[in-house]
């Protein structure tokens, strides 16, 4: 049974507790242009939990899992690097964990019902389904992972690529004191065959378009003009991934 979804109760927790200036990234100007992502993740998280609260996992900066406690009283931990957002989603009651998913084994076995993994598998300079099998070993057996990052196919991709400019940032393995931009990004096809070597059954993995307009204003007006071309599919912004632990996770 689905849980019950209503729009405006999110908008309004999401305004309280997301975009605030405490928060990693831009503060509360970066959360209100990216509303859209984090309102399509916790929408179909609500389609595919069960009704009672269950033990969420999210692994970046805890927005996702600190919106299922607030809507539904899931129980929610963040696993990231260190960062003041880390202080802020603890004294909301979110457990915090750091955990440098290139680096290090799972801090956790078999704990978690479900699993965010929201635009961050494009950071990691590792073959994604070394980490994804990390996170397939914190589930328990038939939990639910959602992952989403950028479609490598997408028009501003294609646009960059054409106008010779630089699409990811350089491939290196990450230090302590280097953040990392996107360093690869995944087809459809290259992420399901990444989420299946990783171990994951039922896997899925569709085309998005989350609505937001581009950081940089000298590309709104060219964002804007093209947008219709996003009927096509394969040249949205986005995937969505969702797939689910096996019954048997040894």
Not at 2 to 28: N, T, V
Not at 67 to 85: E, I, Q, R, Y
Not at 120 to 149: D, Q, S
């Amino acid at each position: 049974m689905a849980r019950p979804w209503k729009s405006h109760e999110f908008d309004s927790l999401y305004e309280q507790y997301i975009c605030r200036e405490e928060m990693q990234f831009g503060g509360a100007a970066f959360y209100r242009r990216y509303r859209s992502r984090y309102k399509e993740c916790v929408q179909r998280f609500a389609a595919l939990a069960p009704p009672d609260p269950i033990d969420v996992l999210d692994v970046g900066g805890g927005q996702l899992a600190l919106m299922c406690m607030k809507l539904w009283g899931d129980s929610g931990t963040v696993a990231d690097l260190p960062g003041p957002h880390m202080t802020y989603m603890a004294g909301h009651g979110l457990e915090t964990v750091q955990w440098n998913l290139c680096k290090a084994e799972p801090p956790f076995t078999a704990k978690f019902d479900f699993v965010f993994f929201v635009e961050v598998i494009e950071h990691l300079p590792i073959p994604a389904y070394i980490a994804l099998e990390r996170l397939r070993k914190v589930m328990r057996p038939g939990g639910v992972i959602i992952c989403t990052t950028p479609n490598l196919y997408r028009l501003r991709n294609l646009v960059f690529m054409a106008l010779g400019r630089r699409i990811f940032d350089y491939f290196q393995y990450p230090d302590e004191n280097v953040s990392l931009s996107h360093v690869l990004e995944y087809s459809r096809d290259h992420l399901d065959w990444q989420m299946k070597k990783a171990g994951f059954t039922r896997c899925r993995v569709e085309y998005s378009q989350m609505h937001h307009s581009p950081t940089n204003p000298l590309y709104r007006p060219l964002a804007w003009l093209g947008y219709p071309l996003h009927l096509v599919p394969h040249w949205r912004d986005n995937l969505v991934a969702t797939a689910y632990a096996p019954a048997d996770t040894k």
